[in-house]
């Protein structure tokens, strides 16, 4: 019995010994994860001039509400047309469009490739999957000439539709409909219910769990959206949260880094 147990108190044992520095550990991460936006967040409550003088703020400013307020009223641009609620509201369409269309290719995708059993089904999956290897940033400029034919340049349509095809979202909800038993899908036949009903009444309360996680994860990537908002978008109207921050100065920037991080998180 005693030889038995011997494995078991060594784990305690050496546990015991490692856990102050395992902790420590732990401690660290969060603190570089957490250092960064609490260095964004309090430089953003001090006035420019202190900033142009001292540089990044380690402490809460006298500034915090002045500045937010100031922010949120303001007109930027050469044009004035850039302001917070507009920026707020173009990145909440992208992330929201960019979230919808993605779960939607990838769930009836997922959907065809799993119970409709078609000739080269497995071939067709595994090419989506292969445009994994190909980022937005090496097919931007044949899918900014696709836009431009289209005349969907500065248009919600225009930053929404050319990256809702998620290969990510297709592999995730395929693994997860080939987890569901063939009697399933038997019973509902014999139950009269055809491919779409299956579909609507079955898989989707099945997959609440799993659209939820996936929902998550794209809609940050739609809301981070930088590089393709600012190719397509020349008019100061459909300006996102992202470019604001590339476009503002001293403690706006800050500013809107913080208001960025807000919905996403």
Not at 175 to 180: A, E, M, P
Request: aromatic content about 16%.
């Amino acid at each position: 019995m005693n030889s038995s147990h011997t494995p078991v108190k060594l784990l305690l044992y050496w546990y015991k010994q490692l856990q102050p520095g395992c902790h420590l550990i732990l401690l660290s991460g969060v603190l570089l994860l957490v250092l960064p936006i609490w260095l964004v967040f309090t430089t953003s409550t001090h006035s420019p001039q202190t900033l142009a003088e001292e540089g990044i703020q380690w402490w809460i400013g006298d500034q915090l509400l002045e500045n937010y307020v100031t922010l949120w009223w303001q007109e930027s641009g050469f044009r004035g047309q850039v302001t917070v609620p507009g920026m707020l509201l173009n990145s909440t369409i992208l992330g929201l469009g960019f979230m919808v269309g993605s779960l939607v290719i990838s769930m009836t995708a997922a959907y065809a490739i799993v119970f409709f059993r078609f000739p080269f089904g497995s071939f067709c999956f595994w090419m989506i999957f292969i445009t994994l290897l190909f980022p937005l940033e090496a097919r931007i400029i044949p899918s900014y000439q696709v836009v431009v034919h289209l005349n969907m340049l500065d248009s919600y349509s225009g930053l929404i539709l050319p990256m809702i095809s998620s290969a990510t979202g297709t592999f995730f909800f395929r693994q997860f409909y080939r987890s569901i038993p063939d009697e399933l899908l038997e019973a509902a036949t014999l139950d009269g219910s055809g491919p779409w009903r299956f579909f609507i009444d079955i898989l989707l309360p099945l997959s609440k769990t799993m659209i939820a996680a996936i929902a998550l994860i794209l809609f940050v990537v739609g809301w981070n959206q930088y590089l393709w908002p600012l190719m397509i978008s020349t008019s100061e109207n459909f300006t996102t949260l992202m470019l604001g921050i590339w476009t503002a100065r001293g403690y706006q920037g800050f500013s809107i880094a913080i208001l960025a991080l807000l919905p996403p998180y």
